[in-house]
C-alpha cells in the first residue's frame, strides 16, 4: 500500500451504479508506479473494512513525487 486517499464524497446509487465526487488530490508525494486501486469501506480496522472496489490500470503509472488525482467515470465506478 502506498498511501491512503481522503474519503469519497458525493457517493450516490442510482439503478444499481455507484458513482463518486473525483479526489484531488487523491495522494500526495507518490514517487513509484501505480498499478491497481482499491476502495475500502473504512471501518477503521483494516482487518475488519471490506473491499468495495479494485481496479486494475492494466499498466503502470509511472510517477515523479507529485500529486496523483483520481477522475472517475462520469457513467460510475461500478454496476451492481
Known amino acids: 500500500i502506498l498511501g491512503t486517499s481522503p474519503a469519497l464524497t458525493g457517493k450516490t446509487t442510482t439503478?444499481?451504479?455507484f458513482k463518486a465526487s473525483n479526489i484531488t488530490p487523491a495522494f500526495t508525494g507518490i514517487a513509484t508506479n501505480i498499478?491497481?486501486?482499491w476502495v475500502f469501506k473504512d471501518t477503521g480496522s483494516a482487518a475488519t473494512s471490506p473491499?468495495?472496489?479494485?481496479?486494475?490500470t492494466g499498466f503502470s503509472h509511472s510517477q515523479n513525487g507529485g500529486n496523483v488525482n483520481l477522475t472517475w467515470n462520469a457513467s460510475g465506478l461500478f454496476a451492481i
Open 15 to 17: 439503478g444499481g451504479v
Open 35 to 37: 498499478a491497481r486501486l
Open 51 to 56: 473491499l468495495i472496489y479494485f481496479m486494475d
